[in-house]
C-alpha cells in the first residue's frame, strides 16, 4: 500500500522559514518523479515544485522561484519543501506527490496518482 505523509506545516509569521517533509512508504520515491502542490481556501490545487527520479532536474512555479527549493534524501525515502521568506499568500494546504514512474517533473495533476493528505501553513502578515 502505498503512503505518503507530510508534516512540518504550522502558523508562522511573513518572512519566516518552514520546511516541509513527505514520508513515502510503499514507493520508492528515487524510482520516481515527485512534487508538491498546494490549495489555499476556494482555489484550485496548484504546482509548487517538482524534482526528477534523478534528483537532477526541478521545476517551480515562477512565484517560488528563489524562495522555495524541493530536495530528497533517499536514505529516508523523504521528500522536502524548504520555504524561505514566506508571505501571507504562501497560506494554504501543501501537498506532497509521486508519479508512476521516472520521467521529467510536471506541473500537472493529473501525472501524479499517489498524494498525501496534506499539511496546512499558515503565514500571519
Known amino acids: 500500500q502505498v503512503r505518503l505523509v507530510e508534516s512540518g506545516g504550522g502558523l508562522v509569521q511573513a518572512g519566516t522559514s518552514l520546511r516541509l517533509s513527505c514520508a513515502a512508504s510503499g514507493i520508492t520515491l528515487s524510482r520516481r518523479a515527485a512534487g508538491w502542490f498546494r490549495q489555499a481556501p476556494g482555489k484550485e490545487r496548484e504546482f509548487v515544485a517538482a524534482i526528477r527520479s534523478s534528483g537532477t532536474t526541478s521545476d517551480y512555479a515562477d512565484s517560488m522561484k528563489g524562495r522555495f527549493t524541493i530536495s530528497r534524501d533517499d536514505a529516508k525515502n523523504t521528500l522536502y519543501l524548504q520555504m524561505n521568506s514566506l508571505k501571507p499568500e504562501d497560506t494554504a494546504v501543501y501537498f506532497c506527490?509521486?508519479?508512476?514512474?521516472?520521467?521529467?517533473?510536471?506541473?500537472?495533476?493529473?501525472?501524479?496518482?499517489?498524494w498525501g493528505q496534506g499539511t496546512q501553513v499558515i503565514v500571519s502578515s
Open positions: 506527490a509521486a508519479a508512476l514512474q521516472n520521467g521529467a517533473p510536471s506541473q500537472s495533476r493529473s501525472d501524479y496518482p499517489y
